[in-house]
């Protein structure tokens, strides 16, 4: 081990993102042996609307457990700021009985995610499951149903494995409501193969960041991944303090592409479903001179000629299994984008790890 790997796992961050193929494995054992997932499974099966909730990191966490819950349910769903709640709440209104909320938040004491599951539950009568990291929270009191991740809990402000974790168990969640339990078992079989592979995946990442300096970021998906991709925005952001932002890839082409230059690092996250497509902004960006990197499942000829690099999964089964892993490369680039500058990703400026307001 060197002396730089040794100061790395002196931060609770690094050694959270190193984390997450074991966690998610228990994660999932939980998910399969506990009678907590029966109980849910049994309050919520007659819901046909989902309302996922959440504020910041678990917002974007919500956007895509609600694309995933569709797709694998074929249920309407969708993503709602936790902020939305409080001041639009007549924005919700539908058929209250048939619509369940599921509000997000890694300490469960998030000031707006408690106040919204209040709101849903009291003032619009929406059924309330809470999604939390931390045992006898406001949130799991706020609510008719709690989900609690004990193990995904973190000590570093910034998520990481929290929002990973979590994001698997409302696949699930959705998985053993369609009856799909092939999917579930991809997602158990993808968490004992990632275990392994994440430190190979830490040093390609380091070793890239090394050697580039960028002004700015950007990240791209679509469909399911566009809610990775703002989540990633968010950790170079918030590790870094790096002018970082995130769009749909094939949006990026209708005008944001003017910021592209050399010192812009451009992370596509390219799905199955729209690679062929996706590919094609790839190239575009890598001809106007930005530095490219592709996350992807299997990388063709075109990808790897567009790319400065590669982050390669090849994992078999439903494209949905990828979300998780998908954002870690990410998580690794805002952590050295922070080292690179000098800063502490434990202690990423302005920010607290919970937000609470008076």
Same mark, same amino acid.
């Given at each position: 081990? *060197?002396?730089?790997? $040794? %100061?790395?796992?002196?931060?609770? *961050? #690094?050694?959270?993102?190193?984390?997450?193929?074991?966690? #998610?494995?228990?994660?999932?054992?939980?998910?399969?042996?506990?009678?907590?997932?029966?109980?849910? +499974?049994?309050?919520?099966?007659? $819901?046909?609307? #989902?309302?996922?909730?959440?504020?910041? *990191?678990?917002?974007?966490? /919500?956007?895509?457990?609600?694309?995933?819950?569709?797709?694998?349910?074929?249920?309407?769903?969708?993503?709602?700021?936790? @902020?939305?709640?409080?001041?639009?709440? $007549?924005?919700?209104?539908?058929?209250?009985?048939?619509?369940?909320?599921?509000?997000?938040?890694?300490?469960?004491?998030? @000031?707006?995610?408690?106040?919204?599951?209040?709101?849903? =539950?009291?003032?619009? =009568?929406?059924?309330?499951?809470?999604? *939390?990291?931390?045992?006898? @929270?406001?949130?799991?009191?706020?609510?008719?149903?709690? !989900?609690? +991740?004990?193990?995904?809990?973190?000590?570093?402000?910034?998520?990481? &494995? @929290?929002?990973?974790?979590? !994001? +698997?168990?409302?696949?699930? !969640?959705?998985? &053993?409501?369609?009856?799909? %339990?092939?999917?579930?078992?991809?997602?158990?079989?993808?968490?004992?193969?990632?275990?392994? =592979?994440?430190?190979?995946?830490? $040093?390609?990442?380091?070793?890239?960041?090394?050697?580039?300096?960028? /002004?700015?970021?950007?990240?791209?998906?679509?469909?399911?991944?566009?809610?990775?991709?703002?989540?990633?925005a968010l950790k170079v952001m918030e590790m870094s303090c790096s002018y970082s932002q995130s769009f749909h890839a094939l949006e990026f082409r209708h005008g944001p592409k003017a910021i592209v230059s050399p010192a812009t690092c451009l992370t596509f996250l390219l799905s199955d479903t729209g690679q062929k497509a996706e590919a094609e902004v790839l190239s575009e960006m890598k001809e106007l001179g930005g530095i490219t990197v592709a996350v992807c499942n299997r990388a063709n000829s075109e990808i790897r000629d567009a790319s400065d690099l590669v982050i390669e999964f090849e994992f078999p089964g439903n494209e949905l299994a990828l979300l998780a892993p998908y954002i870690v490369p990410c998580?690794?680039?805002?952590?050295?984008?922070?080292?690179?500058?000098?800063?502490?990703?434990?202690?990423?400026?302005?920010?607290?790890?919970?937000?609470? +307001?008076?």
């Amino acid at each position: 081990m *060197t002396k730089i790997e $040794k %100061q790395y796992m002196q931060t609770f *961050t #690094w050694n959270e993102i190193l984390s997450q193929g074991h966690t #998610w494995q228990v994660v999932l054992d939980e998910m399969r042996n506990g009678n907590t997932v029966e109980n849910i +499974l049994h309050a919520t099966r007659n $819901k046909r609307e #989902w309302l996922f909730v959440g504020c910041g *990191t678990s917002f974007y966490l /919500a956007e895509a457990a609600a694309i995933s819950r569709t797709l694998l349910t074929g249920q309407a769903a969708r993503a709602v700021a936790g @902020s939305e709640i409080l001041l639009y709440p $007549k924005l919700q209104k539908g058929k209250e009985e048939e619509t369940q909320a599921v509000v997000v938040s890694r300490s469960g004491r998030t @000031s707006e995610a408690v106040r919204a599951a209040s709101v849903l =539950r009291n003032d619009l =009568r929406i059924s309330t499951l809470g999604i *939390t990291c931390a045992e006898n @929270s406001e949130l799991e009191k706020a609510c008719d149903l709690a !989900l609690v +991740l004990r193990e995904a809990d973190e000590q570093s402000t910034v998520m990481t &494995r @929290s929002f990973t974790s979590m !994001l +698997l168990a409302l696949q699930v !969640l959705g998985a &053993r409501q369609a009856g799909n %339990q092939p999917f579930v078992e991809s997602l158990s079989a993808l968490a004992e193969q990632f275990g392994p =592979r994440i430190a190979g995946l830490a $040093k390609q990442m380091e070793a890239f960041k090394t050697q580039q300096t960028f /002004a700015d970021y950007v990240f791209l998906g679509q469909g399911p991944f566009h809610g990775i991709a703002r989540e990633a925005a968010l950790k170079v952001m918030e590790m870094s303090c790096s002018y970082s932002q995130s769009f749909h890839a094939l949006e990026f082409r209708h005008g944001p592409k003017a910021i592209v230059s050399p010192a812009t690092c451009l992370t596509f996250l390219l799905s199955d479903t729209g690679q062929k497509a996706e590919a094609e902004v790839l190239s575009e960006m890598k001809e106007l001179g930005g530095i490219t990197v592709a996350v992807c499942n299997r990388a063709n000829s075109e990808i790897r000629d567009a790319s400065d690099l590669v982050i390669e999964f090849e994992f078999p089964g439903n494209e949905l299994a990828l979300l998780a892993p998908y954002i870690v490369p990410c998580q690794f680039l805002g952590f050295f984008a922070a080292l690179r500058k000098g800063m502490n990703p434990d202690q990423p400026k302005n920010l607290s790890r919970v937000v609470i +307001l008076d």
